[in-house]
């Protein structure tokens, strides 16, 4: 990402190396507000136009931190490290495809490409091959295309990668309303509200930021029970 930099108090600079610093421990994670590193760089799409592969970039790095400030601010939550891996890998290799498509959409446009085929032995080259004349350049495409229905795609992108959803900050407000009016809830009852996959990444980043700026606590009584959040009092 050579173009997109985070502008932070603790950080200044490119996303990637602000990584590398956190996986090297010479910055520690729970001092970075990820939902200020997310709302800059949906303000950084609304100024210009990004390519799909730098979006792709960024994906792979936020899925990076997400997952190590996880685990840093909530030890005892079971997360498996399986997770994050899969995730890092299906976003490189959705980066990986964007790349190939614009190779192939270049050399289409220059035309650069011929299909030849080998030399045949002596002994063939007698050998002549007459197409016969019932088979006609129209017969020929519809049994191409039969052939290609037949194959099954080695993996099926999804047709939609990212749905609109709440922005960050805004579920931050309404769980900091939420907390404030009944002065405590639960981890399972905030994830249950969210309709989405990606609504309830975006409130357990939420309760992650808050606990981070010690407006609330979370507190576990026994391993795998829900999490209570309450209000921390002034």
Request: glycine fraction near 2%.
């Amino acid at each position: 990402m050579d173009q997109y930099k985070v502008q932070l108090e603790e950080f200044k600079g490119p996303l990637d190396l602000l990584l590398q610093l956190i996986e090297k421990q010479e910055m520690d994670i729970t001092n970075v507000s990820l939902a200020q590193v997310a709302d800059q760089f949906i303000e950084y799409m609304n100024l210009k136009q990004v390519a799909p592969e730098e979006t792709a970039d960024f994906l792979v790095v936020a899925a990076k931190l997400i997952y190590i400030k996880s685990k840093a601010l909530l030890p005892t939550l079971e997360l498996e490290e399986d997770d994050g891996i899969d995730l890092e890998k299906q976003l490189k290799m959705y980066k990986e495809y964007l790349e190939a498509s614009k190779k192939i959409q270049k050399i289409l446009r220059k035309k650069q490409f011929c299909f030849a085929k080998e030399k045949l032995p002596e002994s063939a080259a007698k050998q002549v091959f007459y197409v016969p004349q019932s088979v006609t350049a129209k017969k020929l495409r519809n049994i191409y295309a039969q052939v290609l229905e037949k194959i099954k795609p080695i993996i099926v992108l999804p047709k939609k990668i990212i749905e609109k959803s709440i922005k960050l900050s805004e579920r931050i407000q309404q769980i900091k309303d939420l907390i404030f009016k009944e002065a405590s809830s639960s981890f399972n009852k905030l994830i249950g509200d969210s309709e989405t996959k990606t609504e309830k990444i975006i409130s357990f980043l939420a309760i992650l930021e808050l606990t981070k700026q010690k407006i609330i606590s979370v507190n576990q009584d026994n391993l795998f029970e829900d999490i209570s959040l309450e209000k921390i009092k002034d």
